[in-house]
C-alpha cells in the first residue's frame, strides 16, 4: 500500500495541478472584467470582440475567430448580441457572400474611448509591478502556443 506522502500521489492533490491554477485565476480575473465591464455593457468574449475590431475594423468572422481561438459556432450568437447592441454591422463580403465581414459602427467606435479605463482598472486589481506582468504574459502565450502543437 502507497503512502500519503508518495511522490505519485502528491501529483493527483488538487493543488498540485498547474491546469487548476490556471482555471481558478482565469475565474477570478472573468469576476473582475466582469465589474470592469459592466458599465460598458459588454461580457468578456464581447470586450475581446471589440479589441480585435478597434484595431482593426471590418474582419471576417474567420479572422476574428482565428485572433480569439474561437469558432464559428460560438462566435455568431456573441456577435449576433454585439449588433443587436447596435455595436457592429453584419454584413456579407462582396467578393465572397460565404463570409460575413464584422464592421463597428459609430456607437461600437465611441465605446472605445470608455473602455480605455478597463485596463487601468485590471492592472489595480491585479497590484502586480508592470515587469511581473508582461512576464507572466510572455510565459502564458509560449505554454499556449506548446500545448497548441500537441493538439
Known amino acids: 500500500m502507497a503512502s500519503t506522502d508518495s511522490p505519485t500521489r502528491d501529483l493527483l492533490h488538487l493543488d498540485q495541478q498547474v491546469c487548476f491554477a490556471l482555471y481558478s485565476a482565469n475565474l477570478a480575473l472573468t469576476r473582475t472584467y466582469r465589474s470592469l465591464l459592466a458599465d460598458l455593457g459588454l461580457t468578456y468574449p464581447q470586450y475581446l470582440v471589440m479589441l480585435v475590431l478597434w484595431e ?13 481561438f474561437l469558432d464559428s459556432a460560438t462566435l455568431t450568437p456573441l456577435l449576433k448580441r454585439l449588433q443587436a447592441a447596435d455595436l457592429v454591422t453584419r454584413t456579407r463580403a462582396t467578393q465572397d457572400e460565404r463570409q460575413v465581414v464584422i464592421g463597428l459602427t459609430d456607437a461600437g467606435r465611441a465605446l472605445r474611448d470608455r473602455a480605455k479605463a478597463v485596463p487601468e482598472g485590471l492592472f489595480c486589481a491585479m497590484d502586480c509591478p508592470p515587469d511581473t506582468l508582461i512576464q507572466l504574459k510572455a510565459q502564458l502565450e509560449d505554454l499556449r502556443d506548446k500545448l497548441g502543437r500537441n493538439v
Open 56 to 68: 482593426q475594423d471590418g474582419q471576417t468572422v474567420s479572422a476574428i475567430g482565428e485572433r480569439l
